[in-house]
C-alpha cells in the first residue's frame, strides 16, 4: 500500500534529524525554496518529508515541534516518527499492565534524553501533552509509488506484519501498551523501525559514544549481506574497540542481519550521525542524519522519481555554534 500523491505535485524534500536546531531548519527551508505564510512554510510544488528526531538536545525544541508540526498539518509536509518521539511518548504513558510504571522506565538514562525537551516544555505542560497526543498520530513508515521513508530501518518482514495489522505505517493505543513488553512483535517493530539493527559487543567492552553515553552495543547496516567482518558492518561514527573490527561476524549475530536489495525503490533514513559531505550510503539508500545538533549540517534530500540517488541532489545548511 502507498500513500496517494497530491496532484499538482512536482517532487519531496526529505530532511534529517532535527534535534531542536529551528533557525537552521528555517535557513534550509530557505534555500530550499519553502516560504514563510500564515500557514506555516510551504512550496507550490513541492512537498517536505521529515524523517522524524526532531526533539531532544537542541536549543529551540519546542519552535522547531510547531513549525515541523505546522507544516505536516498544513499539507505542506509529512513525517514518520523517531526513536526520539516515540521513547518520549512511551516515558510519559502510563503502563496499564500489572507491573504499572510507565511504558519506558524513568532510569537516570532515560530522564537524561528526554531532559532538554521537558525543560523547554516545563512552562507548557498543555502544549507537550498535546504534541504527544500527536505523536500517536504519526506512522511509523512511509512509503509512495517510488520512495520510502523510515527512521532507522527498513524491515520489509516487521513492516508487513505491521501493515497487516492496521494498514498502514500507524498504530493505536494497544500497540503502544505493548511496546513495554521487549519480547513483544510491538517492542522488536518499534525498536527496528526506529532504532535500527544493533549487535552486542563481546563481554566486558564498550563504546563511550559522541553523546557521552556509555554503550555495549553498536549500530549496524541494513544492506550489507556481503560484509564478513563487524567493521564492514559498523554504521556509527564512534569506532569499535581495538580488534573487533576485523572479527568475523558470529553466525548467530548474521542470523539477526536483514538486507536492503538494490533493486527496491529508494529509501531515507535518519538516526546515525554520519560525519563529511552527505552522499547515498547505497545507490538506493540516503542517511539524512549529518549531526546537525553536533554542529555539523542540516541535509535535504531533492527527490523526483528517479531510481538511483544523486549525490548532487543533497542540500544542507551548516549548523552556527
Not at 559514544?209 to 556509527?236: C, I, M, N
Request: charged share 25%; with cysteine.
Amino acid at each position: 500500500m502507498t500513500d496517494a500523491v497530491t496532484p499538482g505535485l512536482q517532487g519531496y524534500d526529505v530532511i534529517g534529524d532535527v534535534h531542536g536546531c529551528a533557525d537552521t531548519l528555517e535557513r534550509l527551508l530557505d534555500k530550499l525554496g519553502y516560504h514563510l505564510g500564515p500557514n506555516g512554510y510551504h512550496h507550490p510544488r513541492r512537498q517536505v518529508v521529515f524523517v522524524g528526531d526532531i526533539i531532544d538536545r537542541g536549543p529551540r525544541i519546542r519552535e522547531a515541534l510547531l513549525l515541523v508540526r505546522t507544516m505536516v498539518e498544513s499539507g505542506a509536509a509529512h513525517m514518520v516518527l523517531g526513536n526520539h518521539e516515540f521513547n518520549a511518548l512511551m516515558y510519559c504513558t502510563p503502563n496499564e499492565g500489572p507491573e504499572g510504571g510507565y511504558l519506558r522506565p524513568h532510569s537516570p538514562r532515560n530522564a537524561w534524553q528526554l531532559a532538554e525537551t521537558l525543560e523547554q516544555f516545563a512552562d507548557y505542560p498543555d502544549e507537550w501533552q498535546d504534541h504527544l497526543d500527536w505523536f500517536q498520530r504519526l506512522p511509523l513508515f512511509l512509503e509512495w509509488h517510488s520512495f520510502r521513508v523510515v527512521h532507522a530501518c527498513w524491515d520489509a518482514h516487521l513492516i508487513a506484519c505491521h501493515r497487516a495489522r492496521f494498514g498502514s505505517g500507524h498504530f493505536d493505543r494497544a500497540f503502544l501498551q505493548e511496546t513495554a513488553d521487549s519480547h513483544s512483535v510491538a517492542a522488536r517493530t518499534k525498536q527496528r523501525l526506529t532504532s535500527g539493527i544493533d549487535l552486542p559487543l563481546p563481554q566486558g567492552m564498550s563504546i563511550v559514544s559522541s553523546d557521552g553515553v556509555e554503550r555495549t552495543h553498536f549500530r549496524t547496516k541494513f544492506w550489507a549481506p556481503e560484509a564478513e567482518t563487524y567493521g564492514q558492518l559498523l554504521f556509527q561514527p564512534d569506532p569499535l574497540p581495538e580488534g573487533v573490527s576485523e572479527q568475523p561476524i558470529d553466525p548467530a549475530h548474521r542470523e539477526r542481519m536483514i538486507t536492503y536489495g538494490e533493486n527496491e525503490k529508494p529509501v531515507f533514513v535518519g538516526h546515525y550521525w554520519l560525519k563529511g559531505r552527505p552522499a547515498p550510503v547505497a545507490p538506493n539508500i540516503a542517511c539524512l542524519d549529518y549531526s546537525a545538533v553536533k554542529f555539523g549540517r542540516l541535509v535535504a534530500y531533492r527527490f523526483d522519481g528517479e531510481k538511483q540517488l544523486d549525490p548532487k541532489k543533497f542540500v544542507w545548511s551548516y549548523v552556527d555554534p
